[in-house]
């Protein structure tokens, strides 16, 4: 190589290492603001960042579809959309209107473990954010009308996640492992289960679920912490709850190896899943180890002439993603149909063609994890981008709330804290987590084919 071009390429890397580390320096600045717990047993973080005039308001709520009750599934997603839609003080389409002319936008989310609220407004109008999330939060009504309206648009989305294979493929790879425990249940609700939710089941779900202790404020931007804590006290400190609602622990995936099919629908090529038990958030190191390993295993299947993707197109996707109990690690493949041949060109590896073919491939690929470590160079590589990808995510002030509060919703580690964790992390580590995760005595493969069905 060009030793002015190795001189070119070492200074950008360098450039790149520098800005990833200044970022993640800045996720640390809430180490002077740590945690604050109300008198109400409501949490609140604070980050100043005072770079523009904004700041973020993002209420985490621990009410997500592993807290939904008999008879509630589908509340938390139903929650999600409705909470706007009026209260004691409001009637519908108020807070929406006020943040608006404030000059921010009222956005939400749901997951297994939480439900979230946010908008990013003027710093100056910090109040009135509080204000109207305060509003909806401790108010909301759910007008029949609202919750009809509501219901059509949550059936929509649902119709429109069920229309990717990989996204069924991940939720019935959840259902197996967990059977009938909490984490069996999508985030989003099963349509039957929203086509007939009464408006009385989502107010027993609001009225357990949304009280002071299951909930953590964070908020990041140009505020003064101080005046900023005030002015939450002002909106939150009287808001109590008559009892301790505190979550109950969510069980462990069956410790079994289970199989299951499931039939393509026309036109659809066919897809197998990989699941393998993985650390809760809580248990922050090996989280991190899992997340390396999700992103090695990213890389093996990717990118490179010997990987999954060269073998056959074959799109492979790998998820980790830290939940409050004990989460998958999930493989999902899907088989695109055989190599496009190039003249004059000899493949390197065999063309997968069948979906056995395709499991005994990633089988062995992740099997190697634990018979022979990464290279450090491999695990150097994928700490590096899981790095940058942190520093990504926390480059807006939403993205910082985002993280923060999810962390503090589900017990792992936040920005500031993941980082250094994952610098730890050595081939060793890479080689007993798989040895310890990743074994056939506790795994569960669902596959979706056009000859199958469950």
């Known amino acids: 190589m060009n030793l002015s071009l190795q001189r070119i390429i070492k200074s950008v890397s360098g450039l790149i290492a520098t800005s990833v580390v200044a970022l993640l320096a800045a996720a640390n600045a809430h180490a002077d603001n740590p945690a604050e717990t109300l008198r109400n047993g409501m949490r609140l973080i604070i980050n100043e960042r005072h770079r523009f005039p904004m700041v973020t308001i993002d209420l985490w709520v621990r009410a997500g579809s592993a807290d939904e009750g008999p008879g509630q599934d589908g509340c938390a997603h139903f929650l999600e959309h409705t909470l706007f839609k009026g209260t004691t003080l409001h009637g519908p389409g108020y807070s929406d209107f006020t943040i608006e002319s404030a000059g921010g936008s009222l956005d939400a989310e749901t997951g297994a473990d939480f439900a979230h609220y946010y908008t990013e407004i003027p710093s100056d109008k910090l109040n009135t954010g509080l204000k109207e999330i305060s509003d909806i939060i401790r108010h909301a009504v759910f007008p029949d009308t609202e919750v009809e309206r509501e219901r059509a648009v949550i059936l929509d989305e649902l119709a429109r996640h069920d229309e990717r294979p990989a996204a069924r493929i991940q939720d019935r790879l959840y259902n197996l492992a967990f059977g009938n425990q909490p984490y069996a249940k999508s985030p989003g609700g099963e349509p039957t289960a929203i086509k007939f939710r009464a408006r009385d089941s989502l107010v027993a779900f609001y009225s357990r679920n949304y009280v002071p202790q299951r909930c953590a404020l964070i908020l990041a931007g140009d505020v003064d912490s101080a005046a900023a804590t005030r002015a939450v006290d ?39 899943g990989i699941a393998y038990a993985a650390p809760s958030a809580v248990s922050r190191s090996d989280s991190a180890v899992a997340e390396v390993v999700a992103e090695i295993l990213s890389s093996q299947f990717g990118r490179g002439t010997t990987s999954i993707a060269a073998w056959s197109g074959t799109a492979v996707t790998v ?55 990464p290279s450090a160079s491999t695990v150097s590589a ?73």
């Open 319 to 373: 998820n980790y993603a830290a939940r409050h109990g004990t989460s998958l690690l999930s493989v999902i493949a899907t088989l695109q149909g055989p190599p496009i041949s190039r003249p004059f060109e000899q493949s390197l590896s065999p063309a997968i063609s069948d979906i056995p073919m395709l499991e005994a491939a990633l089988r062995k690929a992740i099997d190697s994890l634990a018979t022979q470590p």
């Open 382 to 454: 994928a700490v590096r981008t899981l790095q940058g990808q942190i520093a990504y995510d926390i480059e807006t002030n939403t993205g910082l709330a985002r993280e923060m509060g999810l962390a503090a919703t589900i017990g792992g580690s936040d920005p500031a804290e993941l980082s250094p964790l994952l610098s730890q992390i050595k081939p060793e580590h890479v080689q007993n987590f798989a040895m310890r995760w990743l074994t056939g005595k506790q795994s569960y493969t669902v596959i979706l084919d056009a000859e199958q069905a469950e």
């Open 234 to 272: 002002r909106y939150f400190g009287d808001w109590t709850s008559p009892e301790d609602q505190t979550p109950q622990p969510i069980p462990a995936p069956a410790q079994t190896v289970s199989r299951a099919r499931m039939s393509a629908r026309r036109g659809e090529r066919p897809v197998i």
